[in-house]
């Protein structure tokens, strides 16, 4: 990996010193860890944690924290399924991984406990390109080396200010410099991932601030105009200065965190990760239609939610539909809508806190004299004081930008290769970071630096980010994917539609 200049060599081994060899409690300690107890009791000659519950924690935290699947914990306490109380002792399995590390160390001609933990991630083979296809042709010189230029706002400057003996309590919040770390290591091991398949690639890691005027001056390194992609998380206007750099020298540029729907206008290098809030409404219309054809629609939209014109839009997709479909702004006047013979299906246009934890409480207490199922909105999953109890006996949906399916092997996968590289628990902007990195190097080594042609045909399973892209006329690509998952036995599943 090359670095953009010797101070930022500099300020980078000290920053990664900091990061991956000290204890931050912000980074090696995530903070549904840190409920994990310590007490351990061997039972019937199998080992436990012993979990004393504290206010607030439901199920689903408890089964994250210790790295275990909830229907696990349920299995072994079977009195949860009356649901919590503080206090309440729970005996919670010690995880396969951490028996299996305890194991004595393997003779050399045994096989490794990387190797029994940690198979290879699954890398799709290179496929030629079908010089048949449109997005076949292309012309441009196939090199040895691709050259990547990586932007994250390190604010490495930071680093040597940072006082590892007296820590705050959510240093990454204090520490600008830990921000998006995970998102970084992240990359790298999809960058290693892919680097064992031959491909060959050379990052750049440029530290991006707030100051325009550095970001100018880094586009200014004649090393950059000769760069085949540019990933950065930039704040708006330096990835606007960025941008139009990309666009005036043809290099495609990729945003991995913005929300902003104007982003990709009237440049078409850009790729926007995350969907914009205006696309839902297709992907709501389709889960609608695919499961609720003889139901009824109820949208509760109580006039706060940031998209006003979403509700009744969605109100008028779905009469076109032959949906039956009606809006009311409050809980009282969606109850007096319910069906009892129908399917109700009721979207709630909300993402307000206390909104939302008042109506689920509400709606708990009515979902005996209806069949309800209940859809959120995204960052619900933001929200943690939902009951989770409330949640599966609601049959709640919610639609998020990603999620991260705990059951999948190959995310569990991760986490352990994770756990055992950086000694934390990968967090959102880990998973993101591998998706980002593996997805658009791997569109990289299959179609070149024009990859853009041929990115409707690179399909691949990612741990977090579903990657469906559309373009506009003369505008960028946005993803148009929104991940569904439902709460079911106290976990949350991904649900197709």
């Given at each position: 990996?090359?670095?953009?200049?010797?101070?930022?060599?500099?300020?980078?081994?000290?920053?990664?010193?900091?990061?991956?060899?000290?204890?931050?409690?912000?980074?090696?300690?995530?903070?549904?860890?840190?409920?994990?107890?310590?007490?351990?009791?061997?039972?019937?000659?199998?080992?436990?944690?012993?979990?004393?519950?504290?206010?607030?924690?439901?199920?689903?935290?408890?089964?994250?924290?210790?790295?275990?699947?909830?229907n696990d914990v349920i299995r072994e306490n079977p009195e949860v399924r009356e649901g919590l109380s503080s206090e309440m002792k729970l005996k919670i399995p010690v995880p396969v991984s951490e028996e299996t590390q305890k194991k004595p160390v393997k003779k050399h001609n045994e096989v490794s406990r990387?190797?029994?933990?940690?198979?290879?991630?699954?890398?799709?083979?290179?496929?030629?390109?079908?010089?048949?296809?449109?997005?076949?042709?292309?012309?441009?010189?196939?090199?040895?080396?691709?050259?990547?230029?990586?932007?994250?706002?390190?604010?490495?400057?930071?680093?040597?200010?940072?006082?590892?003996?007296?820590?705050?309590?959510?240093?990454?919040?204090?520490?600008?410099?830990?921000?998006?770390?995970?998102?970084?290591?992240?990359?790298?091991?999809?960058?290693?991932?892919?680097?064992?398949?031959?491909?060959?690639?050379?990052?750049?890691?440029?530290?991006?601030?707030?100051?325009?005027?550095?970001?100018?001056?880094?586009?200014?390194?004649?090393?950059?105009?000769?760069?085949?992609?540019?990933?950065?998380?930039?704040?708006?206007?330096?990835?606007?200065?960025?941008?139009?750099?990309?666009?005036?020298?043809?290099?495609?540029?990729?945003?991995?965190?913005?929300?902003?729907?104007?982003?990709?206008?009237?440049?078409?290098?850009?790729?926007?990760?995350?969907?914009?809030?205006?696309?839902?409404?297709?992907?709501?219309?389709?889960?609608?239609?695919?499961?609720?054809?003889?139901?009824?629609?109820?949208?509760?939209?109580?006039?706060?939610?940031?998209?006003?014109?979403?509700?009744?839009?969605?109100?008028?997709?779905?009469?076109?539909?032959?949906?039956?479909?009606?809006?009311?702004?409050?809980?009282a006047g969606a109850v007096e809508q319910f069906s009892k013979e129908k399917e109700n299906a009721l979207i709630i246009f909300s993402q307000n806190k206390a909104g939302a934890l008042d109506l689920i409480t509400k709606l708990n207490e009515k979902r005996s004299d209806c069949k309800l199922t209940v859809?959120?909105?995204?960052?619900?999953?933001?929200?943690?004081?939902?009951?989770?109890?409330?949640?599966?006996?609601?049959?709640?949906?919610?639609?998020?930008?990603?999620?991260?399916?705990?059951?999948?092997?190959?995310?569990?996968?991760?986490?352990?290769?994770?756990?055992?590289?950086?000694?934390?628990?990968?967090?959102?902007?880990?998973?993101?970071?591998?998706?980002?990195?593996?997805?658009?190097?791997?569109?990289?080594?299959?179609?070149?630096?024009?990859?853009?042609?041929?990115?409707?045909?690179?399909?691949?399973?990612?741990?977090?980010?579903?990657?469906?892209?559309?373009?506009?006329?003369?505008?960028?690509?946005?993803?148009?994917?929104?991940?569904?998952?439902?709460?079911?036995?106290?976990?949350?599943?991904?649900?197709?539609?």
């Open positions: 990996m090359g670095i953009n200049s010797a101070a930022m060599k500099k300020y980078l081994t000290i920053f990664l010193f900091l990061v991956f060899l000290l204890p931050f409690p912000g980074h090696c300690q995530d903070p549904l860890k840190q409920m994990r107890s310590n007490a351990k009791e061997t039972i019937n000659g199998k080992e436990y944690f012993i979990h004393i519950v504290k206010r607030g924690q439901t199920l689903y935290m408890i089964s994250k924290a210790y790295g275990v699947d909830v990387e190797t029994e933990l940690t198979p290879p991630l699954p890398v799709p083979p290179p496929e030629p390109v079908d010089l048949r296809l449109p997005c076949g042709e292309d012309k441009s010189p196939r090199k040895n080396t691709w050259r990547v230029a990586l932007m994250l706002p390190l604010d490495l400057d930071a680093v040597t200010q940072m006082d590892v003996m007296s820590l705050p309590d959510d240093p990454e919040e204090a520490y600008p410099p830990l921000k998006f770390v995970q998102f970084y290591e992240g990359f790298l091991m999809a960058l290693d991932s892919l680097s064992k398949e031959g491909f060959k690639v050379k990052v750049t890691v440029y530290d991006a601030d707030k100051d325009t005027l550095k970001t100018k001056k880094l586009l200014r390194d004649p090393e950059f105009k000769n760069v085949d992609l540019i990933i950065g998380l930039l704040y708006p206007r330096n990835f606007q200065i960025v941008a139009d750099f990309a666009e005036k020298n043809g290099i495609n540029i990729v945003n991995p965190i913005s929300e902003r729907e104007q982003l990709v206008k009237g440049n078409p290098r850009i790729f926007k990760v995350r969907p914009a809030t205006s696309s839902l409404q297709l992907s709501l219309l389709g889960f609608l239609t695919a499961n609720f054809k003889e139901g009824k629609i109820i949208i509760v939209n109580p006039s706060v939610y940031p998209d006003k014109d979403a509700a009744s839009n969605l109100k008028k997709s779905c009469l076109a539909a032959k949906l039956e479909t009606v809006i009311t702004s409050d809980y859809i959120g909105m995204p960052r619900w999953d933001k929200i943690e004081d939902l009951e989770t109890d409330y949640l599966v006996n609601l049959k709640t949906h919610v639609f998020s930008p990603y999620f991260v399916d705990f059951a999948d092997p190959d995310v569990q996968h991760f986490i352990l290769k994770y756990q055992d590289r950086y000694k934390a628990i990968p967090d959102d902007l880990a998973f993101q970071g591998f998706d980002v990195g593996f997805y658009f190097l791997t569109a990289l080594q299959k179609y070149g630096k024009g990859f853009e042609r041929c990115i409707a045909e690179l399909k691949m399973k990612s741990l977090q980010t579903t990657f469906n892209f559309s373009q506009s006329n003369g505008n960028g690509f946005e993803n148009q994917y929104w991940s569904l998952y439902k709460y079911e036995n106290y976990r949350m599943v991904g649900v197709s539609y």
